[in-house]
């Protein structure tokens, strides 16, 4: 079937200008994640969403970045005024549901957003 | 949040097995220990779980302890197509406290 899927790939932005990051995850999943992975290093969690809620909004960097999550399945993350530490790949995951302790996350192939 | 430390890179050649360990002293009892690749330009995959003592699948082997307080990755004769950063994470499975993944290993398969 069919896997998790991000737009756009790639985004070049002007530093300053808001983006949208979308991410469709796997139809059924209920739990929705959001990770920054800066070149060369980890995954950063920024995330999570059970249903249409975001129990934990702590690991969002600043209060430029926001996200939601509509009818149990697209989300999207926006980053208002972005900055050129902005840049880096932003990867959506899905799971069947939240919590789960042997479930695993789904990954979509991120989006590079690039900040000029 | 569990704590994971793992080698920062390792070197292998085609053909050889390829052990990564690591260390999560904090593991707490309901915890699972989970492993993913990540190739370059792409999302992380998932490869193998395990809870205590040994499993395997067709990918690979994950050993686990009976204190639980590390693992090791075993990937049995590596090719080209292996070299990717290996990630260990421990907790619920997808429960918050399994979502910090670290900066993982770097394997690097030469022929």
């Known amino acids: 079937g069919a896997g998790v899927s991000q737009s756009p790939s790639n985004k070049v932005t002007e530093k300053g200008k808001d983006v949208e990051l979308r991410c469709d995850p796997i139809?059924?999943?209920?739990?929705l994640y959001w990770y920054r992975q800066s070149l060369g290093q980890g995954l950063e969690f920024l995330i999570y969403?059970?249903?249409?809620?975001?129990?934990?909004k702590s690991g969002l960097p600043s209060d430029r970045f926001s996200a939601e999550r509509t009818g149990g399945s697209v989300s999207t993350l926006t980053i208002q005024r972005t900055q050129q530490e902005d840049s880096a790949v932003y990867l959506c995951?899905?799971?069947?549901?939240?919590?789960?302790?042997?479930?695993?996350?789904?990954f979509g192939p991120g989006t590079r957003l690039l900040v000029l | 949040l569990a704590k994971t430390t793992q080698p920062i890179s390792m070197d292998s050649y085609e053909g050889q097995e390829v052990n990564i360990t690591c260390s999560h002293n904090n593991i707490a009892t309901n915890d699972y220990i989970t492993w993913y690749q990540q190739f370059p330009s792409q999302g992380p995959r998932f490869i193998i779980q395990?809870?205590?003592t040994k499993v395997t699948n067709e990918v690979a082997s994950l050993f686990i302890p009976a204190d639980r307080k590390s693992s090791t990755l075993s990937l049995p004769r590596v090719s080209l197509s292996d070299t990717a950063v290996y990630y260990c994470l421990v907790g619920e499975g997808t429960g918050r406290r399994a979502l910090t993944f670290g900066s993982g290993t770097r394997l690097q398969v030469q022929p």
């Open positions: 969403f059970q249903g249409n809620s975001a129990p934990d």
């Open positions: 395990g809870y205590k």
């Open positions: 139809s059924g999943h209920t739990a």
């Open positions: 995951a899905s799971s069947l549901m939240f919590g789960g302790p042997q479930e695993t996350q789904y």
